[in-house]
C-alpha cells in the first residue's frame, strides 16, 4: 500500500519550469530512492512534499490524507519527517542536547506550561531524554552523548540529523543526500542504520547521488530528469534499463559542454 502519493507536481521559478508533472508513489516500509542527473529537481520535489515549497499545480497525499498547503510543522505532526542535506546542528550544545531540542520543537513546550505544569514538564523531558538515548544506541553515537555537536565527523553529523527526524516518532522520512560528503564505509553506515528502521516498519523516499549505496538498499527506484519522472522500478530493473545510462551520460556530455 502507498503511505505517500506525489502527483503532477509542477512548479517554475521565475521562467524556468523546475518541476513538470512530476509523479511517484512511496510504498508503505520501503526505502525508495530518487535518483537523476544535478538539477533535474530532486531536491525541489522533496521540498514540496515537505511544505517547504508551493508547488503550482499537483497534489501529494500521506497516509490517504491531503497535505499539499499544509506548513512543515503540521506536515510534521501526521507523521513526515525531513532530514536535511546539511545537517541543522547546535555545534556549541551537545549531541544529546539537540536531540532534545528537536523533540522541544515539536512538542512546542511553551515557557507557561513549564512553570505551571512542572511536574509533568519533568516526567516528559526524563521520557524525552530515555527516547534520546535509545535513538543514540540505534545510530551508534551514545558515547558521543555529552560531547559538543561541533566535534562530530561529517558522517557522525548526518546521523545525529536523521536522529533529529527520529524524536518527532515518525511513520516515514525523507532524506535529501544522507551519503553525500562522507566516505563510502559510513556511507553504508548510515543505510545499514536506516534499513534497520526500515524492517521496524518505517518508510523512506531518499534523494541519493551515490548509486553504488543506494541501489543496494533501496526498494523501488524514481528517476528524474529535467523535472520529469522518467523511469521507475526495482534497482535491478532500472540499471537494466537503457535510459538510466542516457540520462546519466546525457549530464556528462553536458556538464563537458559547459566546462
Ligand atoms: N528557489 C529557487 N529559485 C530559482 N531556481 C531554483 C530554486 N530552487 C531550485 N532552482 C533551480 O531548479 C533546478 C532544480 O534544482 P534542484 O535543487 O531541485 O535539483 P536537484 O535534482 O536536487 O540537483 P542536485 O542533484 O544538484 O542536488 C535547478 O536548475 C535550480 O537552479
Ligand atoms: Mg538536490
Redesign the pocket.
Known amino acids: 500500500m502507498a503511505i505517500l502519493v506525489v502527483n503532477g507536481i509542477s512548479k517554475s521559478?521565475?521562467g524556468?519550469q523546475?518541476?513538470n508533472q512530476a509523479s511517484l508513489e512511496v510504498a508503505e516500509g520501503t526505502i525508495t530512492g530518487l535518483v537523476?542527473?544535478?538539477?533535474?529537481?530532486?531536491?525541489?520535489?522533496?521540498?514540496t512534499i515537505f511544505g517547504l515549497?508551493k508547488p503550482d499545480a499537483g497534489t501529494v497525499s500521506f497516509r490517504n490524507q491531503l497535505i499539499t498547503g499544509l506548513k512543515p510543522h503540521q506536515i510534521y505532526e501526521v507523521g513526515l519527517a525531513f532530514s536535511f542535506?546539511l545537517p541543522r546542528l547546535f555545534f556549541q550544545l551537545t549531541v544529546l542536547d539537540n536531540l532534545l531540542l528537536a523533540a522541544r520543537n515539536h512538542i512546542g513546550t511553551s515557557f507557561a506550561s513549564a512553570l505551571f505544569l512542572r511536574r509533568r514538564w519533568r516526567r516528559q523531558e526524563t521520557e524525552l531524554a530515555q527516547k534520546a538515548m535509545q535513538i543514540l544506541e540505534l545510530l551508534g553515537l551514545v558515547h558521543l552523548a555529552l560531547h559538543p555537536a561541533g566535534e562530530l565527523s561529517g558522517g557522525q553529523r548526518k546521523l545525529l540529523e536523521i536522529g533529529r527526524a527520529l524524536m518527532a516518532d515518525p511513520v516515514m522520512i525523507l532524506l535529501?543526500?544522507p551519503a553525500a560528503g562522507v566516505n563510502p564505509v559510513l556511507g553504508r553506515r548510515i543505510y545499514q542504520k536506516l534499513y534497520t528502521l526500515r524492517e521496524q516498519g518505517l518508510s523512506f523516499l531518499i534523494?541519493e547521488?551515490k548509486l553504488d549505496i543506494l541501489l543496494d538498499f533501496a526498494d523501488y527506484i524514481y528517476m528524474?530528469d529535467a523535472?520529469r519522472v522518467v523511469l521507475s522500478g526495482t534497482p535491478k530493473e532500472v540499471i537494466e534499463n537503457p535510459v538510466f545510462y542516457a540520462t546519466y551520460v546525457g549530464e556528462t556530455q553536458n556538464a563537458a559542454f559547459r566546462s
Do not use: A
Open positions: 521559478f521565475g524556468l523546475v518541476l537523476g542527473p544535478n538539477g533535474s529537481g530532486k531536491t525541489t520535489l522533496l521540498h515549497i542535506q535529501d543526500e534523494i547521488h528524474m523535472g
